[in-house]
């Protein structure tokens, strides 16, 4: 029974999802919060995998999204490429973005680790916003279309509604999670979680941790990319302050507090992260000393993220219902 | 003047403020392999209360600085025990805490202060320096001057008092300074305070200088960041060398290279430099890491 | 998970009540600026101007369209210079407050993420500050802009400057959508300033000595500075302490007497800068809105609020030109074809949305006032710019 009731919840969860603009009709600006959630739980997967799972704390990831957004950018509007075949090719140019930049990154550890990517990242948006002819610079680059029509039983099924697109962000979205919890459970997984408890020693087995490490990265980078294109394709535009280094900082909270190395820590952190400021918005200018202070308190008292707290309650409750059974 | 000795000469002047925000960072990751990532807000708060001491306490520009970096001190001391201290060991949730502890802060002094940059004016800094054909303020003359002390001071302190060893001491291993009955609380939490005395330091300084406002610590985070990491994280000569290359580089590249690329060719030497020598310029290589 | 979703959905649903009995008595208007953040300065200006209008407003009862009088409020979004958030600030504008007309921002990138929306909903959306171009080229017939463009800023400007003769003309300038877009677009325009020096700093940045230094062995004659009003002080004064002898060209957003309390007259005497209105010009619009700016504000109008306070005063005579306060696509008609007389001049969309007024170029004194120079027909005396 209890191997059944987290799939079974699962299935209830996607159901509701899936039938959320059904229950939502006539407050799109509910489907709005909820697009904008899984656009930043899906770079926050990516992101997951290589701090929650092996330990690398990026300050550069947004920055991969913002090269995949502008990649497809260039492609639909300049090259003239449909969505979908842009949306591959950015993935695919994120991931090997992020293979290249990895290479270098993964020289360094821990905190000289994480300042570097930050360099990275900031000499990427240097990029995006200063190589006007291609970027269209830091004015941003307008006009990036939502996905041509799709034909679903002999009917158009356009992207421009929103409720139309939040199927396509929340498809991609389960797809991401499904990934995701394929490559934690597989054999890949499994040595990256041996690196991450002892690299020393995973090295002593015969594992290359460095072309594990780089690997995750670019999966990381790729799965951001992904993100970024359905970003600009939701906003219909791309600028560097959506991949600024705030942004990239902004990624590394969404992960750690929705409780790094779990499955659901993104998907919890991006929902916590659009939808607190949005309880707060009446609180103006304090509304982000609340959420700072918030977040100091998270992990002073919840350092397992929300994943972390739901799980306690989780095994609270169960102890509880099997000692009240007994 | 030689356009690039101008340049150099411009670099060094800019590179002594990255090396006094470096100071108070280097201090902090030697003795607690912490990266304060707050340290930009810090910086920011020290210029802004130094503001606050001069303009609405008592006119003398020497006291609001010291007021200010103890201010500081006493918040450091506060952070230390109530934040850092607690989540030793935990990388992740001590970076975590920094960004908390930087969005609360900065838009802390933007509620009190508002969004609008204020002036910092101390006449008697005010008045200008020619050097060739370069013309500086005393007060930019004077920031040198300070963080040269500092380092001075730093040195000696670290090297020929009692409790200066102790900070080496515990930089080294906490365990065995433990053992040696060393009081590591004592050290971590002072360590801890004096950066943020120096953070305070260098906003106070900053201030005259340029405008106190809500982002002044953003930039110079960053470049402090760089600067100690182009140094060798622990290392405080490490952070001179780092802080004066960055700014060298950053205005020297300006004779030759677009420069809105700027800082991403600070960041290409950095990175260039530290993939030759990944422990950086002054720092130890340590025994099991490659 | 499903508890938050939940929540939300009943929390919008009560704002949706909450907005519907509102709108029986009064009118809320949609405003998007930057209050927090890097771009929080210039947005004080913007909502000064937006506030400006709305009280002068309501002292005569409202807007009156169809026999009533609508009290004006003002429903105020920070959009933090963020794309994402102005996305948010519009959708949330356009379904939730269900408001008629949205005005504001101040970045050009957060701009094209709001206009898209505004098509969705048929909520006309009307531009004060941002200046890039592209915003009125992509076919949205519900985007509109008050305020002059880069391209007409620096076609004036070059102008201008072409008659000067100042050759070669170097740049110091902000790194982002005003900055950038300035100096690209005066290089294209003037050919003394094709192969000037560029000096890009990021916002934020506050030391120039090196971009000072590179003017300095360059034989500029003049610098042309693309920032704001905070930077731009310093620019100026490391400028001038340099002992650069070069001629200052500056922007509108240097515009408040903020900006000439932070440096003394003498170091600004000469430099010239092109406004979107001459705060102290006699015509009475002018004076009229300088005055009860200053009243108000304690300080001189700034060329952002003054945009602002006509882009409401449009959308107020729009909506009674249409008979509506609620119907977005009525007032879009409207607005196509309104006439409006603001302190910045007439104010006249063109097919794309964008209006048309004057630049003017004004002139700093050594006495602290300034005078009109450009356009020919609007020259004027020290204390008239």
């Not at chain 3, 170097?170 to 900055?179: E, L, M, S």
């Not at chain 3, 209006?355 to 006495?367: D, F, K, L």
């Amino acid at each position: 029974m209890a191997r059944i009731a987290p799939w079974l919840a699962l299935l209830v969860l996607l159901t509701a999802l899936y039938a959320m603009p059904h229950f939502a009709a006539g407050q799109p600006y509910v489907l709005h919060l909820l697009i904008l959630s899984m656009l930043y739980a899906i770079p926050a997967v990516g992101l997951n995998l290589m701090l929650g799972y092996v330990g690398l704390v990026s300050l550069g990831h947004m920055a991969f999204a913002g090269f995949g957004a502008y990649v497809a950018a260039v492609l639909m509007v300049d090259v003239k490429i449909g969505f979908w075949s842009a949306l591959a090719l950015a993935t695919l140019a994120s991931g090997a973005a992020g293979a290249a930049i990895g290479v270098v990154c993964l020289r360094f550890r821990s905190h000289f680790f994480m300042i570097v990517t930050l360099a990275f990242g900031l000499m990427l948006y240097s990029v995006m916003n200063n190589w006007d002819s291609v970027t269209r610079g830091a004015a941003g680059f307008a006009g990036i279309p939502r996905p041509a029509p799709i034909a679903v039983g002999g009917e158009s099924f356009p992207f421009g509604p929103l409720d139309h697109f939040y199927l396509l962000v929340l498809s991609a979205a389960v797809l991401v999670f499904a990934l995701q919890r394929l490559v934690v459970h597989s054999d890949f997984g499994r040595i990256l979680a041996a690196i991450r408890q002892d690299e020393r020693l995973a090295r002593a087995r015969g594992v290359n941790a460095l072309l594990y490490k780089t690997a995750v990265f670019a999966l990381g980078s790729a799965i951001a990319g992904f993100g970024g294109v359905l970003q600009v394709s939701f906003l219909r535009v791309a600028a560097p302050a959506s991949f600024s280094l705030a942004e990239s900082i902004n990624m590394v909270l969404i992960v750690i507090v929705g409780g790094a190395g779990t499955l659901s820590g993104p998907a919890l952190g991006a929902l916590l992260f659009v939808g607190l400021p949005e309880y707060l918005r009446a609180a103006q200018e304090w509304r982000l000393v609340v959420f700072g202070v918030l977040l100091v308190a998270i992990t002073l008292f919840a350092p397992r993220g929300l994943a972390g707290v739901a799980a306690d309650l989780w095994r609270r409750i169960s102890s509880r219902r099997a000692q009240a059974a007994s | 003047m030689d356009a690039l000795l101008e340049q150099i000469i411009n670099g060094l002047m800019m590179g002594s403020i990255y090396v006094l925000v470096a100071l108070g960072m280097v201090l902090i990751y030697g003795v607690m392999q912490v990266v304060n990532f707050a340290h930009g807000v810090l910086f920011t708060v020290g210029g802004y209360l130094a503001y606050f001491f001069y303009t609405r306490l008592f006119p003398s520009y020497p006291l609001a600085v010291l007021l200010s970096m103890g201010s500081l001190g006493i918040i450091g001391f506060a952070l230390e025990r109530g934040v850092f201290r607690p989540l030793a060991g935990n990388l992740r949730n001590q970076v975590i805490a920094s960004l908390g502890l930087i969005l609360a802060i900065e838009n802390l002094v933007v509620a009190i202060w508002g969004p609008n940059a204020l002036q910092f004016r101390v006449s008697a800094t005010d008045v200008l320096v020619p050097v060739g054909e370069l013309r500086f303020s005393v007060q930019h003359l004077a920031i040198i001057g300070i963080t040269l002390a500092m380092v001075a001071a730093l040195g000696v302190f670290l090297k020929y008092t009692r409790f200066g060893t102790a900070i080496r001491a515990t930089s080294q291993s906490r365990e065995a300074a433990m053992v040696v009955g060393i009081p590591v609380e004592r050290v971590h939490w002072s360590s801890f305070a004096i950066g943020t005395a120096l953070a305070a330091l260098g906003g106070a300084l900053i201030g005259p200088l340029f405008l106190v406002f809500p982002q002044m610590g953003d930039a110079p985070l960053v470049k402090g960041l760089a600067a100690i990491l182009l140094g060798g994280m622990g290392s405080v000569p490490g952070a001179v060398a780092g802080g004066m290359i960055l700014g060298v580089v950053e205005s020297v590249s300006t004779l030759f290279l677009p420069t809105d690329y700027r800082d991403s060719i600070a960041f290409v030497v950095m990175v260039a430099i530290l993939l030759v020598r990944p422990q950086g310029l002054f720092g130890r290589r340590m025994r099991g890491e490659d | 998970m499903k508890k938050s979703i939940a929540a939300s959905a009943l929390g919008a649903l009560a704002l949706v009540c909450a907005g519907t009995a509102w709108a029986q008595n009064k009118v809320t208007l949609g405003i998007v600026t930057s209050l927090s953040g890097q771009m929080a300065a210039p947005g004080v200006f913007q909502m000064n101007g937006f506030r400006l209008a709305e009280e002068e407003l309501n002292s005569g009862g409202g807007i009156s369209v169809g026999g009533r009088k609508y009290p004006v409020e003002l429903k105020v979004y920070d959009t933090r210079a963020n794309p994402s958030e102005g996305a948010s600030a519009m959708q949330r504008l356009a379904t939730v407050d269900k408001v008629p007309i949205v005005l504001g921002e101040l970045s050009s990138g957060v701009a094209a993420a709001i206009a898209p929306i505004a098509q969705d909903y048929s909520v006309p959306f009307i531009l004060t500050v941002p200046t890039g171009p592209n915003l009125t080229e992509e076919n949205n017939p519900y985007v509109f802009r008050v305020n002059a463009n880069n391209l007409q800023l620096n076609r004036a400007l070059s102008d201008f400057l072409a008659k000067q003769g100042w050759s070669p003309i170097a740049f110091i300038a902000w790194n982002n959508d005003a900055g950038r877009g300035g100096v690209n677009g005066m290089r294209e325009l003037l050919p003394a300033a094709k192969n000037g020096y560029v000096g890009y700093f990021n916002v934020g940045e506050v030391d120039f000595s090196s971009h000072i230094s590179n003017i300095r062995n360059s034989k500029t004659q003049a610098v042309m500075l693309f920032m704001d009003e905070e930077p731009g002080s310093l620019a100026i004064k490391q400028i001038r302490d340099a002992g650069l002898k070069v001629h200052l060209i500056g922007t509108l957003a240097m515009g408040s007497d903020r900006f000439l309390k932070r440096l003394d007259a003498q170091k600004l005497d000469g430099m010239v800068q092109y406004n979107a209105f001459p705060p102290n010009a006699s015509a009475p619009r002018i004076k009229a809105f300088s005055q009860r700016y200053k009243a108000k504000f304690g300080e001189e109008a700034h060329g952002f609020a003054a945009q602002s306070y006509d882009g409401l005063m449009v959308a107020a005579e729009a909506m009674q030109k249409a008979g509506t306060v609620t119907d977005g696509k009525a007032i879009r008609e409207a607005l196509t074809k309104i006439e409006h007389q603001g302190v910045i001049g007439t104010i006249k969309f063109d097919r794309k949305g964008q209006a048309h007024p004057a630049v003017y170029v004004t002139q700093w004194c050594s006495n602290g006032t300034r005078r009109i120079i450009y356009p020919e027909s609007a020259k004027g005396a020290c204390g008239t710019g």
